[in-house]
T-cell receptor, first 112, second 117 residues
Framework: AQSVTQLGSHVSVSEGALVLLRCNYSSSVPPYLFWYVQYPNQGLQLLLKYTSAATLVKGINGFEAEFKKSETSFHLTKPSAHMSDAAEYFCAVLTNAGKSTFGDGTTLTVKP | DTEVTQTPKHLVMGMTNKKSLKCEQHMGHRAMYWYKQKAKKPPELMFVYSYEKLSINESVPSRFSPECPNSSLLNLHLHALQPEDSALYLC????????????????FGEGSWLTVV
């Protein structure tokens, strides 16, 4: 079964520091992978998506993620954190059955 | 701004009430979804409609009844709910659901906050 695991339920960084949110996937076939962000009291917004066209995927708000097959990882990064980046981040995989399976989420806190 | 619109944004209902959540999208998508999300948890899939037909029911209790009147609208009828059903209900849509989804992105609405008292 296809699944994702997010390492670290809470990540705290200082404003201007590198953001690194970790996601590992489990899939026997090339997966479709997504990162979503959820701000307080809002729905989920797509940050970026991997569909095998390129291993480095650039998304909105300065985020990017690199697909590494050898490490079965799809970590999300941003060079410089802003206060507005504080939110819940979900990694997701689209299964062969067409369902999206989400990781447990990572809460990002940005300190001034 | 999301192109999936959900109403109402907040709903408080008693355990004997009947209410409905509504969702609308105008992106021409042919797959629509209902998810349930509890606080600090990931969304959990409830139902999937593909081309206006129910494709997936994730063993959801019958007190939740979905309806897809047309390709743009999705309703979730609520009856005799329990306090533990209080959650954020997210509607979503994607271009297609067939053939494993073809990697199509699922777009979410802002959600409807449901409180059962």
């Amino acid at each position: 079964a296809q699944s994702v695991t997010q390492l670290g339920s809470h990540v705290s960084v200082s404003e201007g520091a590198l953001v690194l949110l970790r996601c590992n996937y489990s899939s026997s076939v090339p997966p479709y992978l997504f990162w979503y962000v959820q701000y307080p009291n809002q729905g989920l917004q797509l940050l970026l998506k991997y569909t095998s066209a390129a291993t480095l995927v650039k998304g909105i708000n300065g985020f990017e993620a690199e697909f590494k097959k050898s490490e079965t990882s799809f970590h999300l990064t941003k060079p410089s954190a802003h206060m507005s980046d504080a939110a819940e981040y979900f990694c997701a995989v689209l299964t062969n059955a067409g369902k999206s399976t989400f990781g447990d989420g990572t809460t990002l806190t940005v300190k001034p | 701004d999301t192109e999936v619109t959900q109403t109402p944004k907040h709903l408080v209902m008693g355990m004997t009430n009947k209410k409905s959540l509504k969702c609308e999208q105008h992106m021409g998508h042919r797959a629509m979804y209902w998810y349930k999300q509890k606080a600090k948890k990931p969304p959990e899939l409830m139902f999937v409609y593909s081309y206006e037909k129910l494709s997936i029911n994730e063993s959801v209790p019958s007190r939740f009844s979905p309806e897809c009147p047309n390709s743009s609208l999705l309703n979730l009828h609520l009856h005799a709910l329990q306090p533990e059903d209080s959650a954020l209900y997210l509607c979503a849509s994607s271009q297609d659901f067939s053939n494993g989804g073809n990697g199509n992105t699922i777009y979410f609405g802002e959600g409807s906050w449901l409180t059962v008292v």
